[in-house]
């Protein structure tokens, strides 16, 4: 067991060093290895990538959450709400509807919704990076917008997630309310936590900084936390959010972040590749691309649109923000994430999968040729004279 | 001018400036500590024509030549010129290895009633500036001394810190 697990790790970082020039975010790399070697994971593997790949979860919640601090998510609120609600809604209802036409059951489109929502923060902040626009006027709308797409996409896991485990419990609405009450208190009593004992958080850092124990604090109080986020039926995901919160409030990010940082990287690495291993494509190979084919063309333009008229509203010209648009499309570690928390029952799982896969792919290739893609539409749709 | 000052989450902050000419010019400091300058010459939606990447140490370099502490040009400014033309003018000074002034507080040299120029900022070790330095500052060897006063008081100004004591 631990010869194949040295030996998984070891091809993913061959693959992972050698595509490094290609500009392509690991991640994309990690579900392909997934995807083609799943065949060769035997059982006893499984347990070890199972547990990895938990870890990797949580620390990717946990290292999201520590950059929200409760004064940029207000400045973010005042300044995006309008382009993330027009997200939310374009995104989340074009996946919904898709899923209807298909028909799936509603609680499966409901899903399909929330994965097909959120668009990829990992890879766009990566290609951002990579292709030198930093700068540009458009960067600081997606970047809002991922912003406000982690927040709500967060709290959607946390109730999908109790939706997933109660699924064949009593009346919806009833269960329901019962999940948003308690996600709400978690979420109060976070930010409660964050800005009481913000400080006296701050200062026990700042004692045990240089001790070897630091990432026992740290590592620690996540798993204490998301830990005890899971035994109330909702993802532990959002647990590790939480605790992300309340550390980002001690101010002491730098510390944090680079006890937990290497083991975060590898465990995330796991996480995807283990995603990537089960993606099983059974039987009706067929039925499934006739369920992709219609669900990545209505959610890729939705993105495009949403995006497109997320930006005009802040105030952009046409080119800029068909950049947007066209830069948002790739989906990612949310919607694996979303995935995973769809119970199997629902039938999803392989189609998620695929799309997510195909989403990934094309989201990067449209990232990347935005700016053609985007006079290109101007030229052909924009057809108004006034020159932006 | 115009400077606005944008947080970019994920990335850093961004700092960008226009110019009066109409080009824009950004300064994003990565949360990484790299620091990324970019040209946008109409200011408008294309992508950057320049990008320059500078380490820690290169932006410094850099900043503390834009910062002028090395040369500093003759400004067009109306005041400054004024100023230039009653006779006042701005001088380094290097204090050497044998400098009387070595070791000595600009107090003791009373260089203020001695010569008549005013000490406005030392510059130390070739990057450290030190802005209107108090009187018990004490002056070292291979100091630069900024000064400023007319022909006549800089003069004795190098004079003083030049000449061995007992002339």
């Known amino acids: 067991m631990i010869l194949d697990f040295g030996i998984i790790l070891s091809v993913l970082f061959i693959s992972a060093y050698l595509v490094r020039r290609?500009?392509?975010?690991?991640?994309?790399?990690?579900?392909?290895?997934?995807?083609?070697?799943?065949?060769?994971?035997?059982?006893?593997?499984?347990?070890?990538?199972?547990?990895?790949?938990?870890?990797?979860?949580?620390?990717?919640?946990?290292?999201?959450?520590l950059e929200f601090s409760i004064e940029r998510?207000?400045?973010?609120?005042?300044?995006?709400?309008?382009?993330?609600?027009?997200?939310?809604?374009?995104?989340?209802?074009?996946?919904?509807?898709?899923?209807?036409?298909?028909?799936?059951?509603?609680?499966?489109?409901?899903?399909?919704?929330?994965?097909t929502y959120a668009s990829s923060s990992a890879i766009i902040l990566k290609l951002l990076v990579d292709l030198k626009?930093?700068?540009?006027?458009?960067?600081?709308?997606?970047?809002?917008?991922?912003?406000?797409?982690?927040?709500?996409?967060?709290?959607?896991?946390?109730?999908?997630?109790?939706?997933?485990?109660?699924?064949?419990?009593?009346?919806?609405?009833?269960?329901s309310l019962f999940i948003l009450a308690k996600i709400a208190f978690l979420l109060g009593a976070s930010l409660l936590i964050a800005s009481a004992f913000g400080s006296n958080l701050r200062n026990i850092i700042d004692r045990i900084s240089g001790e070897e124990f630091l990432s026992l604090f740290v590592i620690g109080s996540v798993f204490l936390f998301s830990g005890f986020v899971k035994s109330l039926g909702i993802s532990e995901a959002f647990g590790a959010f939480l605790v992300?919160?309340?550390?980002?409030?001690?101010?002491?990010?730098?510390?944090?972040?680079?006890?937990?940082?290497?083991?975060?990287?590898?465990?995330?690495?796991?996480?995807?590749?283990?995603?990537?291993?089960?993606?099983?494509?059974?039987?009706?190979?067929?039925?499934?691309?006739?369920?992709?084919?219609?669900?990545?063309?209505?959610?890729?333009?939705?993105?495009?649109?949403?995006?497109?008229?997320?930006?005009?509203?802040?105030?952009?010209?046409?080119?800029?923000?068909?950049?947007?648009?066209?830069?948002?499309?790739?989906?990612?570690?949310?919607?694996?994430?979303?995935?995973?928390?769809?119970?199997?029952?629902?039938?999803?799982?392989?189609?998620?999968?695929?799309?997510?896969?195909?989403?990934?792919?094309?989201?990067?290739?449209?990232?990347?040729?935005?700016?053609n893609l985007a006079r290109g539409t101007r030229m052909v749709f924009i057809k108004r004279g006034s020159n932006a | 001018m115009k400077l606005r000052e944008v947080d970019l989450p994920g990335i850093g902050k961004k700092f960008t400036l226009h110019t009066g000419k109409g080009i824009a010019i950004s300064l994003v400091v990565h949360n990484t500590g790299k620091r990324e300058i970019y040209l946008f010459p109409r200011g408008g939606e294309e992508d950057a024509s320049c990008v320059i990447e500078l380490s820690d140490e290169e932006a410094r370099q850099l900043g503390t030549l834009l910062m002028g502490a090395f040369f500093t040009p003759v400004v067009v400014d109306e005041d400054k010129i004024n100023l230039l033309l009653k006779g006042l003018i701005i001088e380094w000074i290097e204090l050497s290895k044998n400098s009387p002034a070595a070791g000595k507080t600009i107090k003791e040299l009373d260089i203020r009633a001695k010569t008549g120029a005013s000490v406005i900022a030392i510059l130390r070790n070739e990057k450290d500036i030190i802005p209107s330095p108090s009187p018990e500052e004490v002056l070292k060897a291979g100091d630069t001394l900024i000064a400023v006063g007319t022909r006549e008081q800089i003069s004795s100004l190098i004079e003083l810190v030049a000449t061995r004591p007992g002339r």
Do not use: Q
């Open chain 1, 244 to 371: 992300g919160l309340i550390f980002a409030e001690s101010g002491r990010l730098e510390p944090v972040e680079r006890i937990a940082l290497p083991l975060k990287d590898m465990a995330v690495a796991i996480f995807f590749f283990s995603f990537g291993v089960s993606i099983e494509i059974t039987s009706d190979f067929n039925k499934l691309i006739v369920a992709l084919i219609p669900l990545f063309l209505v959610t890729s333009l939705g993105k495009i649109i949403s995006g497109y008229l997320g930006a005009r509203l802040s105030g952009l010209g046409s080119i800029s923000s068909l950049r947007v648009g066209y830069s948002m499309v790739a989906r990612g570690e949310f919607s694996i994430v979303l995935a995973y928390a769809a119970p199997g029952g629902l039938g999803i799982h392989a189609l998620s999968g695929l799309y997510i896969l195909l989403l990934t792919f094309v989201g990067i290739l449209s990232m990347i040729y935005a700016p």
């Open chain 1, 73 to 115: 998510i207000l400045s973010v609120a005042r300044r995006i709400w309008a382009a993330g609600i027009i997200d939310l809604i374009i995104s989340f209802g074009l996946g919904f509807s898709t899923g209807y036409f298909l028909h799936f059951n509603v609680i499966a489109c409901i899903f399909l919704g929330a994965i």
């Open chain 1, 133 to 175: 626009r930093s700068a540009n006027i458009e960067t600081e709308i997606i970047l809002g917008i991922l912003i406000f797409e982690d927040i709500a996409a967060s709290v959607l896991l946390a109730i999908l997630s109790g939706v997933g485990e109660s699924a064949t419990g009593g009346p919806v609405i009833f269960t």
């Open chain 1, 22 to 65: 290609l500009r392509v975010p690991s991640i994309l790399i990690y579900i392909i290895l997934g995807l083609s070697l799943g065949a060769f994971v035997n059982r006893r593997s499984e347990d070890i990538l199972n547990i990895f790949s938990e870890v990797g979860l949580i620390l990717l919640f946990f290292f999201l959450g």
